[in-house]
């Protein structure tokens, strides 16, 4: 399922913005609004910033107000994430993208064993930068007030001002919680993992998190708070997948898919009946097959195929009629990880092994599945 659309890119990165991220803008827009109060005093709005000044509002639609304010905590996010990029390029980490959620963003990085000297600062500099924001906007609000004398402007400036400080600070607040996929959780295995292997580091702080997410959960239940439950979840996935990621990366991290594919692998012709492929999958209980022309790979033909044509029209088809030609491949020689990554991304069971557009072999899930479980003991 798509769930993220490209925005922009900054450095040749492409930022993605979540569904959730789009629905929380007028949501902000909406609560921000409607707390606005007809006067705002610095006193109350700021941490306690100790200047009384009650300033009166203009009437402004609050909702524009809001909306303002939303996008503001939008750029804050992007800031935050903009300096785990920069970080991470100066220690030579790839990013492959930048994704704004709901409560922050994700940079998906090739992380997959990360050395703690790295992770540490590319973990820390996030959360940096969503303080340093807040307390610019902190400033900022000294600023006008010392500045102006107090009128509608003001009020306006202020309001919005101490809004931002208050957010961008709770998202440093937040982002430091010990829990992955935070940046907080990033920062307790890297810190753990100085100390221990990676994987011991990762179950520890997945552990962490994991019990984090329970206890949001809970007090989500208990305060009927949609938000903290959504945030639960997320919480919660994000710690299972890191440490299943970080676990298979070790078990299968010197293991090549020539070590394990089949070969050789049996193949149909695209001019085979369909009839006989499904005959096939019944004998070699293969659900899919590379499909080859002088040795060449063509296509592969998968049992998913076979759903999308009805039984009645499957009898006079060839192979060539329903075999997927988009075919993704990998040579015996990449690491069988990446073959893993490949097939959850595209959510695929088969990958056909080929060197120069020859068939040599195949790889399933099953298979890598297989080799893990084996490891495992
Ligand atoms: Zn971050």
């Excluded at 703690?116 to 500099?125: D, F, T």
């Excluded at 303080?131 to 202020?158: K, N, Q």
């Excluded at 394990?260 to 659900?287: G, N």
Aim: hydrophobic share 50%.
């Amino acid at each position: 399922m798509k769930t993220s659309f490209k925005i922009g890119s900054i450095y040749g990165i492409p930022i993605l913005i979540h569904w959730t991220f789009l629905l929380i803008i007028p949501i902000f827009a909406w609560i921000i609004g409607s707390q606005m109060p007809l006067t705002v005093s610095v006193l109350s709005t700021t941490f306690g910033v100790p200047i009384d000044t009650t300033y009166l509002l203009p009437s402004i639609n609050r909702y524009v107000l809001g909306a303002f304010v939303a996008l503001g905590l939008f750029g804050g996010v992007l800031l935050h994430e903009i300096a785990h990029c920069i970080v991470a390029k100066s220690k030579g980490v790839p990013i492959h993208s930048i994704t704004l959620l709901v409560f922050g963003g994700v940079s998906s990085m090739d992380d997959s064993s990360p050395d703690p000297r790295v992770e540490l600062p590319m973990a820390l500099v996030g959360p940096l930068s969503s303080l340093a924001t807040g307390l610019l906007f902190i400033v900022l609000v000294y600023a006008v007030d010392a500045a102006v004398a107090s009128g509608p402007l003001s009020g306006l400036l202020v309001f919005a001002f101490s809004y931002l400080g208050l957010l961008n600070v709770s998202l440093f607040a937040f982002n430091l919680l010990p829990a992955f996929p935070m940046d907080g959780g990033r920062v307790l295995r890297a810190v753990l993992a100085i100390r221990m292997p990676l994987p011991d580091a990762t179950r520890i702080a997945a552990s962490v998190g994991k019990a984090f997410a329970v206890v949001f959960g809970i007090i989500g239940v208990f305060l009927l708070s949609p938000i903290l439950i959504l945030i639960a979840f997320f919480i919660y996935i994000g710690a299972t997948q890191e440490s299943t990621a970080i676990k298979y990366t070790f078990l299968l991290k010197d293991v090549k898919i020539g070590d394990i594919m089949t070969s050789p692998v049996m193949a149909v012709s695209p001019y085979t009946p369909v009839r006989e492929v499904i005959d096939l999958m019944y004998t070699t209980k293969h659900l899919g097959f590379p499909v080859t022309e002088k040795g060449r790979l063509v296509g592969m033909v998968t049992l998913a195929d076979l759903h999308k044509v009805p039984p009645i029209d499957r009898e006079a088809m060839q192979v060539r009629d329903i075999m997927t030609r988009d075919v993704i491949t990998l040579p015996p020689s990449a690491p069988i990880i990446e073959a893993l990554r490949v097939m959850s991304l595209r959510n695929i069971g088969h990958l056909p092994v080929t060197v120069d557009d020859q068939l040599v072999g195949i790889v399933t899930r099953t298979d890598i599945l297989k080799v893990i479980e084996l490891r495992e003991i």
